[in-house]
Structures are given as structure tokens and as C-alpha cells.
């Protein structure tokens, strides 16, 4: 027997002191990753991503980059029956303005274990899966390649 399961996620950023900064969880299965989850009826998939970043973290304050999204599709078995998997993220530009304050793994639901701002280099080599890693290339070869990112303007939610 086989089933589909399709989750979205996002990979949250910021740009401070010239570099890329990228944040991931420890999910409950000790598996580091970044925040993924079931989308709910009605929700599209960037509402999705967004919901899952705030209940996974409490940040509230993320602009989604329009031109920027990667699949990764995969299976595995669980008891018994394969899973196909769809995994859908987008690239999620966080407010750091009052970062102290909005990152919290309280009411996560026993979710989120543990996260972590990290550069390019520490996340690649956190991040557990290969193909989360293959993504995490991909989206900073994409960074590279977009500067424009960096002066993004929160106030205006336009860049300069």
C-alpha cells in the first residue's frame, strides 16, 4: 500500500554583518531541519509555511521571497505502508528588528526541541538529511545570485 503526504516549509533567513544567516529546529525525532508541517483546509501553501514558522518558533514578522520556491519529493516506509512524500519550501525572509524577543519554543507542542541561527557553512553541516543540504546549496547559490535581499526594507515591506 502506498499513501501521499504533502508538507510545506520554509527556510528562514536574515542578512547581518555581510553574511546569510539560516534557521533550524531539532525536531522531536532529534532530526535537524528547517520547520515544515501539514497544511490545514483552506490554507495555501505560503499561509502554510508561515503558520508552521510561528508555531514552530513564535516569529510572527517573515516576508516570503515571491521567486523563490524548491521541492523535495521522497518515500520511506512507515509501519508497514510507503509514503510518498512532497515537501514544498519557500525562502522566508525574517524581521530581525526585535529578534530577542520572538523566538521561542514554548507551546510548540513538544514539536520543536532545539533551534538554532547558524551561517551557510555551520547549517550545512547540521542540517541531518542530504537532500535538505542539496536545498541549502541551492538556496545560496540563489542568494548569491539575488543581492538585493539584503537591503530588503521591513517598514515599507519593499527594497531599497
Same mark, same amino acid.
Given at each position: ?33 528547517f ?31 515571491? @521567486?523563490?520556491?524548491?521541492? =523535495?519529493?521522497?518515500? !520511506? /516506509? ?7 512524500? &512532497?515537501?514544498?519550501? *519557500? ?39 542530504? @537532500?535538505?543540504?542539496?536545498m =541549502?546549496?541551492?538556496? !545560496? /547559490?540563489?542568494?548569491?545570485n539575488?543581492?538585493?535581499? &539584503?537591503?530588503?526594507? *521591513? ?6
Amino acid at each position: 500500500m502506498t499513501i501521499k503526504d504533502k508538507s510545506i516549509g520554509i527556510i528562514p533567513i536574515f542578512y547581518e554583518k555581510n553574511k546569510y544567516w539560516f534557521l533550524i529546529i531539532q525536531q522531536s525525532l532529534r532530526d535537524w531541519i528547517f520547520p515544515k508541517g501539514h497544511p490545514i483546509s483552506g490554507e495555501t501553501d505560503t499561509q502554510t509555511a508561515l503558520r508552521e514558522l510561528y508555531e514552530e518558533t513564535k516569529i510572527n514578522k517573515c516576508t516570503i521571497i515571491d @521567486n523563490f520556491k524548491y521541492e =523535495l519529493n521522497y518515500s !520511506f /516506509k512507515r509501519q508497514g505502508v510507503i509514503v510518498e512524500k &512532497q515537501v514544498i519550501f *519557500f525562502l522566508g525572509l525574517v524581521d530581525i528588528s526585535n529578534i530577542s524577543t520572538i523566538i521561542s519554543l514554548e507551546n510548540s507542542a513538544g514539536e520543536v526541541l532545539d533551534l538554532k541561527w547558524l551561517s551557510y557553512d555551520d547549517a550545512l553541516k547540521q542540517l541531518t538529511h542530504k @537532500n535538505q543540504q542539496e536545498m =541549502l546549496k541551492q538556496v !545560496f /547559490k540563489y542568494l548569491k545570485n539575488n543581492t538585493s535581499i &539584503q537591503s530588503y526594507n *521591513f517598514i515599507n515591506n519593499e527594497q531599497k
